[in-house]
């Protein structure tokens, strides 16, 4: 709020020199313009401003008078007088009862802190209340807590149908002989029992098998309640616990003797981690499987799939980027030759290609490679600091070398400018290769040239660190990893064989 004063000094301020609103409120640093246009017009209006608000009482004495009295005549209680009368708020209540009739309002009978009760504490005042002879009442006064804290405790105890079930038995209806209540007193405790036994196996479930807090254990295997119940074993006693999980005791102590034993995987799954190893984390469960199946050796792809996820054997993924070549149209356009069919029946029909990127720390780095259709064999490429013509004319040449005189295969490409430039399509015509081309900004038109960009990516330049690595060193880790594509990677396609192989097994020479 401003004073009196700052507000007659923005007023003679503008009254005196002239000034706008805007110009006023800016010399002064406040107010808006719209209230400084309030404060003019009283001004211009009364020859003044008003120094003070007067406020004057939401409620007359009547409407005092009346709330106290109510307050007092039902119960004092201020919750049900705000409710009953609709008015005031109840602190502006306690302000009234105190002025009109001190020492009347009614006080907590605790008069202190809240007391933090233990579980064993409010099982026993549980346990007291549904055995009781007098009030509840006198229950809870004996343990310090509330009625309806009693009820509420019995509540999360029991459960909902136990706590239900037990309003029946109202102190008419209990016995009076001793024996009777000491069983019923029993079959509570047993009651009570139970649920924390099943409370303590739901958190176990949670914390050992991962599972969800409202998992239903009936319906884990014999393996994970073996497991539940040997971490319950100190606090409960074995049968209760095969009890309650549904086990019977001859398939726990089969678990007990088989989780045991030595793994008879022990000596496989050294080799599963080797191969995985030797593949630089880019082998999944099939191609691991299959170089163990070349050794001479049969097991299940089921039981390989089954280690690897039990050693967290993962091939690492990540989506990036990619390097984008288009520089928009330089010359016409070809036809897209391929429309999309990347089979072949026989090797140099159809070649694709494209640039991709490689960003480091020591610099960027571009691959230009030529995949043949045929089997994925690169059949060329180039390395190099710059994705300039020389870059993917240089690697077509070397590609070009590898053909016999009757071979002209389709070359397809996207719209980069590399495949536009004058030097790019006269070696084409000179070696009457055929020209293709993707739509523009289609990607799935050349999608098998992407996807092998893909898996090159994902097992060779993805989650590892290149910080220390110069642009010299990549190139030769790059060029090794096309080398060992070419010549070891197997495909499953190619009946885990590499290309390289593949081509030597149907009689075709590299």
């Known amino acids: 709020m401003y004073s009196y004063e700052d507000r007659m000094n923005a007023v003679k301020l503008l009254m005196k020199y002239d000034l706008s609103y805007a110009d006023t409120v800016r010399e002064l640093g406040y107010p808006d313009r719209r209230m400084l246009r309030r404060w003019y017009e009283e001004y211009k209006d009364m020859g003044d401003l008003h120094k003070r608000f007067i406020k004057h009482p939401n409620y007359d004495s009547d409407a005092i008078k009346r709330a106290v009295k109510y307050y007092l005549e039902h119960g004092r209680s201020i919750a049900r007088t705000c409710r009953a009368l609709g008015y005031p708020s109840r602190g502006v209540l306690r302000s009234w009862i105190e002025e009109q009739a001190p020492g009347q309002r009614k006080t907590s009978n605790s008069g202190g802190s809240v007391i933090q009760c233990s579980q064993e504490q409010r099982k026993a005042a549980v346990i007291d209340l549904c055995a009781r002879v007098g009030s509840a009442e006198a229950v809870a006064k004996a343990h310090g807590v509330s009625r309806y804290s009693l009820y509420k405790w019995k509540k999360e105890l029991l459960g909902e149908e136990d706590a239900e079930a037990m309003k029946r038995f109202t102190r008419s209806s209990l016995p009076d002989d001793k024996e009777a209540l000491e069983e019923m007193l029993a079959d509570l405790k047993g009651q009570v029992y139970r649920q924390q036994m099943e409370l303590d196996i739901l958190n176990k479930a949670a914390e050992i098998l991962k599972k969800d807090q409202g998992v239903d254990w009936k319906g884990l295997t014999n393996k994970e309640k073996h497991h539940l119940i040997d971490a319950l074993r100190m606090t409960y006693p074995l049968n209760d616990l095969l009890a309650m999980i549904e086990m019977p005791k001859s398939s726990y102590f089969y678990q007990k003797e088989a989780q045991s034993k030595p793994d008879k995987y022990a000596e496989l799954r050294i080799e599963v981690k080797h ?39 993962v091939v690492p993924r990540k989506k990036k980027r990619r390097y984008s070549s288009y520089m928009g149209e330089i010359s016409p356009a070809v036809e897209n030759v391929v429309a999309r069919d990347f089979n072949t029946d026989k090797p140099n029909e159809v070649w694709l290609t494209d640039l991709t990127e490689f960003h480091i720390p020591a610099g960027k780095i571009y691959l230009s490679p030529i995949i043949d259709c045929f089997d994925g064999l690169a059949v060329s490429w180039t390395i190099g600091t710059s994705p300039d013509a020389a870059l993917v004319n240089d690697m077509l040449d070397g590609a070009i070398s590898t053909l016999q005189n009757n071979e002209k295969p389709i070359v397809h490409s996207d719209r980069g400018g590399h495949y536009r430039w004058p030097g790019w399509i006269s070696r084409m015509e000179e070696a009457g290769l055929i020209r293709s081309m993707s739509r523009k900004a289609c990607p799935p038109d050349n999608s098998a040239c992407e996807g092998f960009f893909g898996i090159l990516k994902n097992e ?22 096309l080398r060992w594509y070419n010549e070891k990677r197997i495909k499953m396609s190619l009946g885990a064989m590499s290309p390289v192989e593949y081509r030597r097994s149907i009689g075709l020479v590299v």
């Open 460 to 481: 060779m330049f993805y989650h590892r660190s290149w910080s220390e690595v110069s642009i010299d060193q990549f190139i030769k880790v790059l060029d090794g990893y």
């Open 275 to 313: 191969v995985f190893s030797d593949s630089n984390s880019r082998y999944g469960y099939r191609r691991v499987h299959a170089s163990i199946r070349n050794t001479g050796k049969t097991i299940s792809e089921k039981v390989i799939q089954r280690i690897m996820c039990e050693e967290n054997l």
